[in-house]
């Protein structure tokens, strides 16, 4: 893998399309920073991601951009910024969930700017990374073994988390719910 790249952000949204992951600390900082409720915040702003059973900000559907972005004479702004989630802060770094791999978003901002060395970023998204094993081991140690079977079956047939949940809507409503318990929601 390269050592460094060259990027500046263009402020174009496009990744701005795929929100990532919140971690609890990302979730704390932007509700506290809001002056809303964890409840509030979770309704107003975040949404369940049945990728990686955890939350992330929600999508809104007349843009297809994350809740928080929004356009200013032309320009994309984040109205986290400051804040934002460390998914957001690191891009365009990128890190494979399933194999801790970390890649690098091709963009208008690639190329362009101040050199980055990759290496600098890595213990940031080494928190995502352990915040996704410990979620992971917690969830683990709390389902029950024939919904793991269950799930782990819909997998072998090829289904994505989102036909799995649309064919059991309780294991959906079973991880949404574990979700809100981690995040201190309920």
């Known amino acids: 893998m390269q050592k460094t790249i060259r990027f500046e952000c263009q402020r174009c949204g496009n990744c701005c399309t795929e929100p990532?992951?919140?971690?609890?600390?990302?979730?704390?900082?932007?509700?506290?920073?809001?002056?809303?409720g964890r409840k509030e915040f979770y309704r107003k702003y975040c949404e369940f991601y049945p990728n990686l059973l955890g939350l992330q900000p929600r999508v809104d559907s007349a843009t297809g951009h994350c809740v928080f972005y929004e356009t200013v004479d032309n320009s994309g702004s984040c109205k986290v910024h400051t804040i934002k989630p460390i998914v957001c802060r690191e891009a365009p770094l990128l890190i494979d969930y399933r194999s801790g791999v970390i890649g690098i978003s091709h963009c208008k901002g690639s190329d362009k700017g101040p050199e980055i060395v990759i290496e600098s970023h890595k213990s940031e998204l080494n928190k995502v990374m352990k915040f996704i094993s410990e979620y992971t081991a917690r969830i683990c140690a709390k389902i029950q073994p024939e919904t793991v079977r269950t799930y782990a079956q819909y997998q072998k047939q090829g289904l994505t988390p989102e036909e799995i949940y649309i064919l059991n809507p309780l294991l959906y409503h079973f991880f949404e719910h574990f979700a809100m318990e981690e995040y201190h929601i309920l």
């Open 20 to 36: 990532g992951l919140i971690t609890y600390e990302d979730f704390a900082r932007i509700a506290d920073a809001l002056g809303v």
